[in-house]
């Protein structure tokens, strides 16, 4: 028989073991080795059966157990310790309490968070990100109130068939199970938020907490009685289920999530948001929240959706179409229309703000997530350099008439948190060598005065770990395909800690390529195979449930792995988690990735690598296009004009072999006698020294406060003040100068200065004549645009310079003057462009309004002497 309902009992601890409690609810734990040492002492037996879980630790222990620890002193001054740690490390000042003009607290939204394998609320790249966000943003003091949803079967676990197809399991999670306390009201009743749903149905949301360090993290949780079926399955599971299915989700991360925020703050005491960051599409509809909230305050749509606006840092994480959320635009006016709308938010605008450009007027069959989320905040990011260039043209038609380069989406290159990541012995070390590098993220230049011999002998203590737990896994795996205990002898013998060891882990959508090392298998084989120089490669990932084609790469990979002749040198590990991803980036000497540029919007599991003296083997995507130096690892060419995939594949893979065989695997095995390889070391430290301190979540914090909370914040302050007299202010300015936009002309420019042979060091003077129309000069921004140009006469890479007014007509014409600087030789021309200017924008773009010359206008062609 099965249970009808699955609950946890958790343990009753004594008084003197009450600060136990309190450290296992506090997820700091995760990244605080220290903390982790004293779960270990508490029953070291049952710490190994429960996986290094403390809430199931404290589950499992007997209490004869717990009374023995009652009466341990020395336990018991442990255990004192660790409380007063965690205490100061909660209330005491840090980095971010040393800033002024920064905002009191942040909202960030994301529908997935990796913070531990004991909280499984994440599937890849994305989650894991949020998580390191959160536990920097602990560390630095920075005031990050987050928000998501709490899915009672997580993504899922993942095992194989015989045939090594991938299976999907959905293991019930018991919040109850979790370290997580249910947000409550005075009276002890649970915080609820509700969102109406159309056809007079209502969905229901209980509030979970996580304290992850000083954050407090928000997860939302519609299995509860008040729901209807369907309503309680929303949060059943990550990326789960249909179109439907999906709304309702971010429906509640959005929407419900700006509500969960303020019960939260009324009951906690919490500061409120000053500033919203949108992690990705999914949580969008919290802005729509937030101008219902002003809206229903009494100001107009547009007001409020500039005081939303002027606060909200929204973070694109795809460089491709397929990958944003796009809903039937009938399925949003349902939802916001009819008798279900809100009475100060017209459906008719919500889904403007979706529609996609270009398409033709009135057409809004297509709501797309990431368009509104963009459209609903003043400042936008990729998150890497390259990614951001990739953003910047694939959401050009949101800013139309602007060169790529001026569409305002900025980049913060993702970082990943060290002390999550990075093995302990390497940690250990770097405190006892380095301890400026620890505290303060500085000093990495210091890693050259450690011994080669130090670095080498913990590189092999990583690696024979991952090895030892590959076997564990890769026997239970095959244990679960059906073979028997008598025919596994041979994994005793899987992989070798004395080895060159490729590491390759991810998500498995057809671009990242899995299987592109087995574009030659002959060769792949003699690699594997090699008899003075051998590598072993250990693979895991997991395919969407609903990805058929993932699965058919996994399977691909499964079979060549299963055969006798390469299996001891080549594994597929199932059920790609946190805990064997920290595994691999501590274990492996190379992290090898290989997608087809430019999608991989950044990429961090080979940050976490490199942190661990790893060596990356990556295609020049992402992170590793922006900070490869030529010596701090090696970059598979790529044949990015060739059209034909399979031929571009069989470059590229060919490129991957050629490094392999004659660049890493002579440099790693390249020694004098059994000490360790010199030239491998050197590019060890180099990538240490290099890397090592733009690849940290602190450095992608600092960079998200400096550049885009703190500006954030001071736009939403200046429109909030004085009753919003400012938002009001903007938008009926904007609602003017976008009206009266046809009437601005560029009419005629005039030049002079030069003479008929313009040389080097040079100025041109500029006259422009722009009509305009019902604005006023102090509404625009009169610029010249200048610099190389192209075959077609386009500039390239222009430079730009202000125009000054010099008259003002009756007849709404004005002369702007100024000079152009003749500051390079060659093919050399300007243009003239009038652009809307206010205090309060963020990027001359942000109307997507612009007025240039119908013809070019006094181009100068030829070569400045």
């Not at 450009?357 to 297509?366: L, Q």
């Not at 694939?394 to 900025?410: K, Y």
Request: hydrophobic share 40%.
């Amino acid at each position: 028989m099965r249970a009808i309902r699955r609950f946890t009992v958790r343990t009753v601890l004594p008084g003197e073991l009450a600060a136990l409690g309190e450290l296992v609810q506090n997820l700091r734990w995760s990244w605080h080795p220290e903390t982790m040492d004293l779960f270990a002492e508490v029953d070291p037996v049952v710490w190994e059966r429960v996986g290094h879980d403390p809430v199931a630790l404290l589950g499992a222990v007997e209490a004869d157990r717990l009374r023995e620890l009652a009466g341990d002193r020395r336990f018991l001054r442990r255990l004192a310790d660790a409380a007063d740690d965690l205490h100061e490390y909660m209330t005491a000042p840090r980095w971010y309490q040393t800033l002024s003009g920064v905002p009191r607290a942040i909202a960030y939204f994301s529908p997935e968070y990796g913070i531990a394998a004991a909280l499984p609320q994440y599937s890849g790249g994305l989650g894991i990100l949020a998580g390191d966000h959160l536990k920097a943003a602990s560390d630095l003091g920075v005031p990050i109130l987050a928000v998501g949803l709490l899915y009672r079967h997580g993504y899922f676990t993942q095992s194989l068939s015989p045939e090594g197809w991938q299976l999907e399991h959905y293991p019930s999670l018991d919040p109850g199970g979790l370290p997580l306390t249910l947000l409550k009201e005075a009276d002890g009743t649970p915080a609820r938020v509700r969102i109406e749903l159309p056809e007079q149905r209502v969905m229901h949301a209980q509030i979970w907490v996580a304290r992850v360090g000083r954050v407090p993290l928000l997860l939302l949780d519609s299995d509860v009685a008040d729901n209807d079926t369907a309503a309680r399955d929303v949060t059943d599971r990550l990326y789960g289920g249909g179109t439907d299915h999906r709304l309702l989700q971010e429906l509640l991360l959005g929407v419900g999530g700006v509500r969960a925020i303020r019960a939260y703050c009324r009951i906690a005491g919490h500061e409120e948001p000053e500033v919203f960051h949108t992690n990705e599409g999914h949580a969008g509809f919290l802005g729509l929240e937030r101008i219902r909230e002003l809206t229903e305050a009494r100001l107009s749509f547009d007001e409020a959706l500039e005081a939303v606006r002027a606060g909200t840092v929204f973070t694109t994480h795809t460089p491709v179409p397929a990958g944003i959320d796009r809903f039937p635009a009938d399925m949003i006016a349902r939802q916001f229309g009819g008798g279900n709308a809100w009475p100060t938010v017209p459906v008719d605008r919500i889904l403007a703000l979706g529609a996609e450009p270009g398409a033709a007027e009135g057409d809004k069959a297509v709501f797309n997530m990431a368009v509104m989320g963009m459209r609903l905040a003043q400042r936008v990011n990729g998150v890497s350099e390259l990614h951001g260039e990739v953003s910047r043209e694939m959401f050009q038609g949101l800013w139309p008439g602007f060169d790529v380069a001026e569409v305002p989406i900025g980049s913060i290159t993702n970082g990943v948190h060290a002390p999550t990541w990075v093995g302990r012995e390497i940690m250990e070390l770097a405190g006892r060598e380095l301890p400026s590098l620890v505290e303060r993220a500085q000093g990495w230049e210091g890693v050259q005065k450690i011994s080669d011999a130090d670095i080498w002998e913990i590189r092999r203590k990583l690696r024979a770990r991952l090895v030892e737990a590959a076997r564990v896994r890769l026997r239970k795996s095959w244990r679960d395909r059906g073979a028997s205990q008598a025919e596994l002898g041979w994994i005793d013998d899987v992989l070798d800690p004395d080895v060159l060891t490729i590491g390759f882990a991810r998500r498995v959508p057809s671009y990242k390529r899995l299987t592109l090392m087995l574009s030659d298998p002959d060769r792949l084989r003699r690699i594997l195979l090699h008899p003075e120089r051998p590598v072993q490669i250990v693979i895991a990932g997991k395919a969407h449930p609903a990805d058929e084609g993932g699965k058919k790469l996994i399977q691909q990979i499964v079979g060549f792995a299963d055969a006798e002749d390469v299996r001891h040198r080549i594994v597929f590990l199932p059920d790609y988690d946190m805990a064997l991803g920290q595994l691999l980036v501590q274990g492996c000497d190379v992290w090898m990735n290989n997608p087809l540029r430019p999608l991989e919007a950044c990429g961090t599991s080979g940050m976490k690598a490199a942190l661990n003296g790893g060596l990356n083997l990556s295609i020049r995507d992402g992170w590793w296009d922006e900070w490869y130096d030529g010596t701090n690892g090696w970059a598979i060419p790529t044949a990015d004009g060739v059209a034909d995939p399979e031929r571009r594949d069989e470059l590229e893979a060919a490129g991957l072999y050629d490094l392999i065989e004659h660049e890493v695997a002579d440099r790693f095995y390249d020694r004098a006698g059994d000490g360790p390889p010199r030239r491998w070391m050197e590019m060890v430290k180099h990538t240490l020294t290099s890397l090592g301190p733009k690849v940290l979540a602190g450095r992608m914090l600092r960079d998200y406060v400096t550049e885009l909370y703190a500006p954030a914040a001071r736009s939403a302050g200046a429109l909030a003040a004085d009753g919003y007299a400012a938002a009001r202010h903007f938008a009926a300015w904007k609602l003017r100068v976008s009206g009266a936009w046809p009437g601005v002309r560029v009419e005629h420019v005039e030049t002079g200065g030069v003479g008929d042979t313009p040389q080097l060091g040079a100025t041109l003077d500029l006259r422009a004549t722009i009509a305009l129309g019902e604005l006023e000069a102090s509404d625009v921004r009169v610029q010249a645009a200048y610099g190389r140009v192209g075959a077609h006469d386009e500039l390239e890479q222009p430079e730009y310079t202000d125009l000054s007014v010099e008259t003002v007509c009756d007849d709404g014409t004005a002369y702007f003057t100024g000079a152009v600087p003749l500051s390079r030789t060659g093919s050399f021309g300007y243009t003239v462009r009038v652009v809307p200017s206010h205090p309060l924008m963020a990027s001359p773009a942000e109307l997507g309004l612009i007025a240039v010359p119908e013809e070019p206008a006094g181009m100068t062609n030829g070569t400045l002497r």
